[in-house]
């Protein structure tokens, strides 16, 4: 059988703000600019360092500002955080970050537990985010949570999703990510969401955000490939949630993807045997195990 599959694929390590957001430890400063350093010598191009939301919601992303202030920057590397609202953008911009993400949910229930604001409120508040961002040079992208299902109102039709799309695209946002929140996401929805929205919006980059609380998470990764999306998020170690979903699991393990990538072929730019290292001292810094098949698999090939 001949795989349609890309030359190589592009993966944004999201763990140190997606991942940590839903750790009960709290790490400092300087292990989190530890763990982004050591994420950027395993070959990340592109890395989430956190985000500028509410402190009283999430707690664990109340030091962004440090953390951004305190990394050594590297030519190349793509440094952005996650932003709900205006003033999160003014945050980003005095951190001397110039990559923001903007970040709304095609669930109306969601939205309203995650933001306090609906979907097309959110939308309509972008656009003096988009305004700042421009105004001050920062670059744009933007993420439809739940955009494959719902924890609260279950399957979420894409219509919902197309329509926060156009929204994007009227203010002139044109990379966006579909993202899994809750893992409801199946392979042949994907493979059907990909080929038709990329049909129908040629000008957008599109990239996909899987958690693997359903144990789909790669195979969903599998179907976006085959129908030609090249960009992806994952956290180091398999961390991460959302506190506004509940029993969603964490995101696809950087280490794990990576391996897949490397038995069919694909290019990742990343080095394994570094994120293998990475994802131990993860694993140590939160003091558990977490959702990593690699990492599973070298814990068992010690004892054994």
């Given at each position: ?17 997606d991942?940590?957001q839903?750790?009960s ?18 070959g ?32 190349g590397?793509?440094?952005r ?19 923001v ?20 409120k ?27 299902g719902?924890?609260?109102e279950?399957q979420v ?16 946002v ?47 990764v ?12 994952a ?20 280490e794990?993807l ?19 290292v ?5 694993q ?6 977490t959702?990593?098949a ?11």
């Amino acid at each position: 059988m001949t795989l349609n599959l890309p030359r190589g694929i592009v993966i944004c390590e999201v763990g140190p703000r997606d991942g940590l957001q839903n750790e009960s430890v709290q790490l400092s400063v300087a292990d989190k600019v530890a763990l982004i350093d050591m994420a950027i010598a395993a070959g990340a191009r592109r890395i989430e360092i956190g985000s500028f939301v509410s402190v009283k919601a999430v707690p664990s992303m109340a030091d962004t500002d440090e953390v951004a202030l305190r990394l050594s920057r590297r030519e190349g590397v793509e440094y952005r955080v996650l932003v709900a609202n205006l003033a999160g953008l003014k945050r980003s911009e005095a951190a001397g970050i110039d990559k923001v993400k903007l970040t709304v949910s095609a669930s109306e229930t969601h939205a309203l537990k995650n933001l306090g604001r609906t979907p097309a409120k959110v939308m309509q508040d972008f656009a003096e985010c988009v305004a700042f961002a421009r105004a001050h040079n920062m670059a744009v992208a933007g993420a439809i949570s739940t955009a494959f299902g719902c924890p609260y109102e279950g399957q979420v039709a894409l219509e919902k999703v197309r329509s926060l799309i156009e929204s994007f695209l009227a203010l002139d946002v044109t990379e966006l990510s579909l993202s899994d929140t809750a893992g409801v996401a199946n392979p042949r929805q994907v493979y059907d969401y990909c080929t038709t929205l990329q049909a129908e919006y040629p000008a957008v980059q599109w990239t996909l955000h899987f958690h693997d609380t359903r144990g789909l998470g790669l195979a969903n990764v599998l179907a976006g490939m085959l129908a030609g999306v090249v960009h992806y998020d994952a956290a180091f170690a398999g961390l991460g949630g959302c506190p506004f979903a509940p029993g969603a699991t964490g995101n696809i393990a950087t280490e794990d993807l990576v391996h897949m990538a490397e038995a069919l072929q694909v290019e990742t730019g990343f080095d394994l045997t570094k994120l293998l290292v990475l994802g131990r001292r993860v694993q140590e810094l939160v003091g558990r195990i977490t959702d990593s098949a690699l990492l599973r698999v070298e814990r068992r090939d010690e004892t054994q």
